[in-house]
T-cell receptor
């Protein structure tokens, strides 16, 4: 069975601090991995995705993620956060017919 | 704007009632997915359609049903509503298996 684990569900940090959100997955097949962001009151937006190739993936708004196959991880990073990065972040993988399995999310609050 | 359109954006209804949520996928996308987001369950996959055919079922209750029409729009029908059905219901679409999934803005359902 597939699963996605995200830790540190609530993260509070100051502007200009660096952010790293952990994501570990369990899946027996070829894995496609995603990070989605949900700003307050809004829908899910795709931040970045990994299908194959370079394990270091760059997304929108200065985010990047690194796929480490040996660790079953796909951690999200941003070197310097802004207040506008306050949001909930979801790691996900696709399985069987392109369904998404989501982690429980990380609520990130950036203090100005 | 993801290109996935959902209506209505907000809906308040009483227990025991039936509602229909509507989704128009991105132009050219053949797959439509429905997800439920609630505080206690997180993001849960409900059901997937591909070019009018049901392709996969997830944690969808028997009181809920969906369909995809020839013009590829989809409807999610929720009946005999209970308080616990209050949630944000997302529709998403993709070209087909193995492609990125894009989400609509969601339909907020409140059952009172």
């Amino acid at each position: 069975a597939q699963s996605v684990s995200q830790h540190n569900h609530h993260v509070i940090l100051s502007e200009a601090a660096s952010l790293e959100l952990g994501c570990n997955y369990s899946y027996g097949g070829t894995v496609n991995l995603f990070w989605y962001v949900q700003y307050p009151g809004q829908h899910l937006q795709l931040l970045l995705k990994y299908f194959s190739g370079d394990p270091l993936v760059k997304g929108i708004k200065g985010f990047e993620a690194e796929f480490i196959k040996s660790k079953f991880s796909f951690n999200l990073r941003k070197p310097s956060v802004q207040w506008s990065d306050t949001a909930e972040y979801f790691c996900a993988l696709t399985y069987g017919n392109n369904r998404l399995a989501f982690g429980k999310g990380n609520q990130v609050v950036v203090i100005p | 704007d993801s290109g996935v359109t959902q209506t209505p954006k907000h809906l308040i209804t009483a227990t025991g009632q039936r509602v229909t949520l509507r989704c128009s996928p991105r132009s050219g996308d053949l797959s439509v997915y429905w997800y439920q987001q609630s505080l206690d369950q997180g993001l849960q996959f409900l059901i997937q359609y591909y070019n009018g055919e049901e392709r996969a079922k997830g944690n969808i209750l028997e009181r809920f049903s969906a369909q995809q029409f020839p013009d590829l729009h989809s409807e999610l029908n929720l009946s005999s509503l209970e308080l616990g059905d209050s949630a944000l219901y997302f529709c998403a679409s993709s070209v087909e298996t193995g492609n990125t999934i894009y989400f609509g803005e969601g339909s907020w359902l409140t059952v009172v």
